[in-house]
């Protein structure tokens, strides 16, 4: 038989182990005892297009059987444009330890990503995650991230701009250097509009508040204005689209939601359903499946909206072809 000092020793030892097994810190589901699921969101800023993705989450999640204030905890913050507030949101999710984390623009996920490579993150509206560094390619990562981009095929954008004006010469755009998404879509618009002999007018804005400025600029270089999901220049739509108005300068959208903003024609990704995308993946990590082996998805070519407004289009100096409205949703 043991002597007492020994039986005390393991009997200590047995106690430690047991409260070492039970600490949060170390456990895979971070939920708390009732079942609580914990999901933060965080956008880089608040428009139009990135909101329907929050709201598509969530209303996906609600699908899946998660509620918000049931059995699911939704903390969500935006950073209002800026990136070091984004930075300082990444470090206070990373903190509260979280079953998963939406990022939804791509510097909310470059900066989650940078602050946690535990806690799943689930990345949205990233137009390329791949130059962005959130992960290596479209295969499962093997990390902790994964997610759904808003990536678009440019080809028909550029059929798009050749309908609105056949005689395209010259594409206008305003877009942030400092926003990866941006300068991809602008890389990738000067290598298949040459293909047509048609030139990029490219202006960087740095702030929202540059984007009329940067429109203004355009007068007389360009046929007409395309703008990509760049956060800025969405976020000061209304704005550009007064400054196109005064110069008769067409506003070609990639994001639907601009279209009630001023844009005459928008053919772009349904960004609530990218956000229900999205929400699908959130809900396979609460379930318990890792984010590694999820592979970041694309939304599909036939989930394309293509919208149009007369008025916006009369107000910018064009009429829109027939065929053109035969083919949109027309919202006046």
Not at 265 to 294: C, F, S
Not at 311 to 321: C, D, F, H, K, V
Request: with cysteine.
């Amino acid at each position: 038989m043991l002597g007492a000092k020994k039986k005390l020793l393991i009997l200590g030892l047995s106690a430690v182990c047991l409260l070492t097994a039970c600490s949060p810190s170390e456990q895979g589901s971070k939920s708390s005892d009732n079942g609580m699921k914990k999901v933060a969101i965080t956008a880089i800023v608040e428009h139009p297009a990135l909101d329907a993705v929050r709201q598509g989450v969530i209303d996906e999640l609600r699908a899946e059987g998660y509620e918000q204030g049931k059995n699911l905890q939704l903390d969500f913050q935006s950073a209002q444009g800026n990136t070091a507030t984004a930075g300082q949101i990444a470090k206070k999710f990373a903190g509260s330890n979280p079953d998963a984390i939406v990022t939804i623009g791509t510097p909310s996920a470059q900066s989650m990503v940078a602050a946690t490579r535990k806690i799943p993150v689930v990345f949205a509206a990233v137009t390329d995650p791949v130059a962005a560094k959130l992960v290596a390619n479209w295969e499962p990562s093997k990390t902790n991230v994964t997610g759904v981009s808003d990536e678009l095929p440019l080809q028909p954008q550029i059929d798009l701009m050749k309908q609105v004006v056949p005689n395209l010469k010259t594409v206008g755009y305003v877009y942030s250097p400092g926003e990866v998404n941006s300068t991809v879509v602008l890389g990738q618009l000067q290598t298949l509009l040459a293909k047509d002999g048609i030139n990029v007018a490219a202006v960087p804005a740095q702030r929202t508040t540059d984007v009329p400025i940067a429109t203004k600029s355009l007068q007389g270089k360009a046929n007409l204005i395309y703008t990509s999901l760049d956060n800025n220049v969405v976020s000061a739509y209304e704005s550009m689209f007064k400054v196109a108005k005064n110069m008769k300068m067409p506003l070609v959208a990639s994001d639907t939601g601009s279209v009630k903003r001023g844009a005459a024609v928008a053919m772009g990704v349904n960004y609530h359903e990218l956000g229900v995308a999205t929400g699908k993946i959130v809900g396979r990590i609460l379930k318990g499946e890792q984010a590694g082996n999820i592979a970041p998805q694309r939304m599909s070519v036939e989930q394309l909206d293509l919208m149009v407004s007369k008025s916006n289009a009369a107000e910018q100096g064009i009429t829109l072809p027939p065929e053109l409205l035969k083919q949109a949703t027309v919202i006046d």
